[in-house]
T-cell receptor
Framework: QKEVEQDPGPLSVPEGAIVSLNCTYS??????FMWYRQYSRKGPELLMY????GNKEDGRFTAQVDKSSKYISLFIRDSQPSDSATYLC??????????????FGRGTQLTVWP | EAQVTQNPRYLITVTGKKLTVTCSQN?????MSWYRQDPGLGLRQIYY???????DKGDVPEGYKVSRKEKRNFPLILESPSPNQTSLYFC????????????FGPGTRLTVL
């Protein structure tokens, strides 16, 4: 079992829809959670990050972490065609020999059509 | 401009012909890493380096070598490429700390015939 699981999709939604992207993980040492966005033929770029449990909002994007369920989510409100990309979750541990190393999900391909 | 550069961007080669993909960053980052990205498998880490002269295996290190002699450079070496190494390769450097935000290069599309 991979340490981070993410449904690769693809996910196709109309403009204006609310999008929910999710990841599950198995390593309880993960404390830092991130979402990267990757446009076609580009490298991934950091979109949002959160620490431990709770919510974080940035404009139309909300990241949620539920450590008790080992489940993280990214919500996109009022989705736009420009949000069409692959979204990768990533996590890291707070201690130990792997400090600083990121563990990525497979990515979910999202298309928002006008 | 802060960036990670990779060369070449595209490469077609034949089985067994040694090749090197270069990676350079100008952000003075201590952490650097190589990933390969394949359809359905996502981003998988090949090797990473926490600092000069310190390298560690990632999830898929077989068939690859790396070196970190200088802080800014982290070349990926394929001593004897095989067709199953056909992939999209990304180099990244990290800002450090627990989030260790990764800054990715533009990618190298490698085809091994």
């Amino acid at each position: 079992q991979k340490e981070v699981e993410q449904d690769p999709g693809p996910l196709s939604v109309p403009e204006g829809a609310i999008v929910s992207l999710n990841c599950t993980y198995s390593n309880s040492a993960f404390q830092y959670f991130m979402w990267y966005r990757q446009y076609s033929r580009k490298g991934p770029e950091l979109l949002m990050y959160t620490y431990s449990s709770g919510n974080k909002e940035d404009g139309r994007f909300t990241a949620q972490v539920d450590k008790s369920s080992k489940y993280i989510s990214l919500f996109i409100r009022d989705s736009q065609p420009s949000d069409s990309a692959t979204y990768l979750c990533a996590m890291s541990a707070s201690r130990g020999s792997t400090l600083g190393r990121l563990y990525f999900g497979r990515g979910t391909q999202l298309t928002v059509w006008p | 401009e802060a960036q990670v550069t990779q060369n070449p961007r595209y490469l077609i080669t034949v089985t067994g012909k040694k090749l090197t993909v270069t990676c350079s960053q100008n952000m003075n980052h201590e952490y650097m890493s190589w990933y390969r990205q394949d359809p359905g498998l996502g981003l998988r880490q090949i090797y990473y380096s926490m600092n000069v002269e310190v390298t560690d295996k990632g999830d898929v290190p077989e068939g690859y070598k790396v070196s970190r002699k200088e802080k800014r450079n982290f070349p990926l070496i394929l001593e004897s490429p095989s067709p199953n190494q056909t992939s999209l390769y990304f180099c990244a450097s990290g800002s450090g700390g627990p989030y260790n935000e990764q800054f990715f290069g533009p990618g190298t599309r490698l085809t091994v015939l």
